[in-house]
Structure formats: C-alpha cells, structure tokens
C-alpha cells in the first residue's frame, strides 16, 4: 500500500482498485425489485468509461463543473469517477436543497452540466434552469424523470458505447491518469454557515492522501461490507465511506433511504 506521503489522484485510486480487486463478485451493491444486485468492478469501470465518453462528445472538458444532484447510489459514484476521468471537476449538492440554493451553487460553479436523481429532484432543476446561464444538459437517472431537454442517462450509456466501440475509448484510462495531485477534483460547498454556502476547492490528493492514511488505521478487507447512508455530498461520506472503502477493496452497500437504514443493515 502506497505510503501517506505519496501524492496521488482519484482516477489512480480508480484504476488501481480495478485492477487489484477485478476478481471480487460486487464492488458495488444496491437494492432494486426487493432484492440486493451486485455490480462488478469490470462493469463499474465499463459505465464510467461509457459515460465519460458521452460526457466528452456533448462538449465536457478538462476544468468544466459537473454537478451532481442524487441521494446514495451507484450511478453517484458512476457520474463522479467519470467526471473525474476526463478531467471534469465534480460539485456535489446537497439532495435535500431547495431550488434557489440549488441555483446559487450552480452559478456560482460554472456547471455545464447535472446529474439529478430522480423526479423530486428533476422538478427542482426544471424550476431555476433558465437563471443558470452556464448549464447545458440535464441528465436523469431515473427512467421516470422526464422533461424537455432532459436527457436519459441510458442513453448517455448507449451514447457511450457507440464512441467505444468507434475506437473513441482507446486513451480513455490514459488520459484520466494524466490528473495531477494538485488539479481540482472536486467542489464541495459548505453547509450549515451564515449567508450564502462557500465552495471549498479539494484537489485531487487532499482525499487521497486521506484515503492512503485512514487505510492505515482503519483497515478493511475485500470479504468485508459497508452501508452507505450519509450524503456523498459531505466530504466525510465522499472519503470515509466511498473512497477509503472502494480503495481498500470492501464491497460498498448503498442504503435505500435514512428510513430503511435499520432493514437495510441487517
């Protein structure tokens, strides 16, 4: 395991947790049709190279902001790695946010684009879209969240996966690699705090560097399990529970909603 003291990037994390743990049934698991499904590490690395190519053929570039408006799930970490991969800085909102700080955030970011998860959520960005002058796309997860101008995250996937198989995908790991330590990976605003949120700038290193260190007094191993239930919008979840979990090869549970934690647990 690297030392604390060597930088490095969250597509290395990336890249490197595939590769070591490609063996493992699941790296991710969620709950659909009242059972748990699994989602391999050859599959996750598949939906994010698909997306982040689809991401890159609407015009997303190196330095752009991709919002992200979801509660736990796997399509969170998808849209997250995949931002990440083609050098995209990722701005995580608050599921809980009212449409005009929603707006504020977006603004404020320079957002080019949104991932939202659901109805509830679409219907908050349909409400301030037109005073986000930078916005260009709005993706839902959810084949039920529909609108003029939203467009379906499957068929970013399928978008994806035509580039693929068009030989667009070829330096798609080479490319995520060339991150460096110290580029933005992500912009988190702050919660809880007079007047309007403040945007912390994390590079890439500030979360793996605590990655690398947590692994060291935390340990997990690839038989072990963790539920995640606080918002990956909070940097604790985002390094805790997602990150420090995925790198050390645990398979990460997503809970269905803070009310169904308990059920979820056992």
């Known amino acids: 395991m690297p030392a604390p003291t060597q930088p490095g990037t969250l597509t290395q994390l990336f890249f490197d947790t595939i590769e070591r743990f490609g063996s493992k049934p ?4 969620y709950k659909a049709g009242g059972r748990w499904n699994d989602m391999t590490h050859a599959e996750l690395e598949k939906r994010v190279r ?9 015009g997303v570039r190196r330095g752009d902001r991709v919002a992200i408006l979801s509660e736990n799930r796997p399509e969170w970490a998808i849209a997250d790695y995949a931002a990440l991969c083609i050098g995209a800085t990722d701005v995580p909102c608050y599921p809980t946010l009212p449409a005009p700080q929603i707006r504020y955030i977006l603004n404020d970011s320079g957002a080019v684009a949104i991932f939202v998860s ?17 916005l260009k796309h709005i993706i839902a997860c959810d084949q039920d969240a529909v609108g003029a101008g939203v467009m379906p995250l499957a068929d970013l996937y399928a978008s994806g996966a035509a580039a693929d198989a068009a030989g667009e995908g070829k330096t798609f790991r080479q490319d995520a690699l060339a991150a460096k330590p110290d580029d933005v990976a992500t ?15 994390l590079v890439h290193n500030n979360i793996y560097s605590n990655c690398v260190a947590t692994a060291q007094v935390i340990p ?35 809970a269905e909603s803070i009310d169904t934690l308990v059920a979820n647990l056992g």
């Open 118 to 134: 659901s109805p509830v959520q679409l219907a908050k960005l349909l409400e301030i879209r037109g005073e986000c002058p930078a």
């Open 187 to 201: 912009i988190i605003y702050t919660s809880g705090t007079t007047g309007d949120p403040k945007g912390v700038m």
């Open 26 to 29: 699941a790296a991710l698991r």
């Open 220 to 254: 997990m191993t690839p038989e072990d399990s963790t539920l995640s239930f606080l918002p990956p919008s909070h940097i604790f979840e985002r390094m805790a529970g997602h990150c420090g979990t995925f790198f050390q090869g645990a398979t990460i549970n997503y």
């Open 50 to 58: 698909h997306l982040g190519l689809a991401l890159k053929r609407l």
